[in-house]
């Protein structure tokens, strides 16, 4: 360890505080207060730890962890994107990727290698872990959605094709929560919370 390795881990430290000031679009469960990315971040941890047996194949679950507690500090620069806002782009990429390298590159060489490593394996979602992540990523929503009558959905329009295809990623890392999910979304519909558009 360099001498000055730790002043610049709690640089890190005090920079991504700033990740708990960013609200996101979905509220908290029963709720109509907005998540922030903590939160999210958070809640994503847990979700992995408990849900991990629900992978189709084995994952390194403290890299999945890493993955989902990493994947939204990078909104600290750039900022969060609804995922149904269809005015905006959702492969940012380059502007992620700045903020990345500024974020992490905070830290010790070494670490900040791995931390910007660990993002571009989530972004890229090929992996089981990234897999894996990302179902977590698109199913908290979900179940927070469907707690709150609706909630996102309801409050900007969304109708089901755009939560189905929005939502269809979680197979790729669990079937039997995408089947869950899946049950989730129909449910929704049957209950009046989440419309179809009629078709012409």
Known sequence: MQPDDLSKQISFIKEI?????????????NSDR???????SW?????TIVLAEHADTPIDVL?????????????IDAGDTFIYDTTKSHTNTDNEL?????????????????????????EAGETNEAKFAKSM?????LLQNTSNDGGTWKEFDVDYQQVYEKKKVIQ???????KYA????????????????KSS
């Open 17 to 29: 505080d700033k990740i708990k000031y960013i609200q996101r679009k979905t509220k908290l469960f």
């Open 34 to 40: 907005p998540e922030n990315d903590a939160e999210h």
């Open 43 to 47: 809640h994503l941890a847990m979700m």
């Open 63 to 75: 890299k999945v962890v890493k993955m989902v507690l990493i994947h939204d500090i990078v909104e």
């Open 98 to 122: 700045m903020a990345a390298k500024r974020i992490f590159g905070l830290l010790p060489g070494e670490q900040a290698d791995e931390f910007i490593a660990i993002w571009e394996e989530f």
């Open 137 to 141: 990523d698109r199913l908290e929503p």
């Open 172 to 178: 790729d890392g669990s079937t039997s929560l995408w």
């Open 182 to 197: 899946e049950n989730l979304i129909n449910e929704s519909v049957e209950k009046g919370i989440l419309k179809k558009k």
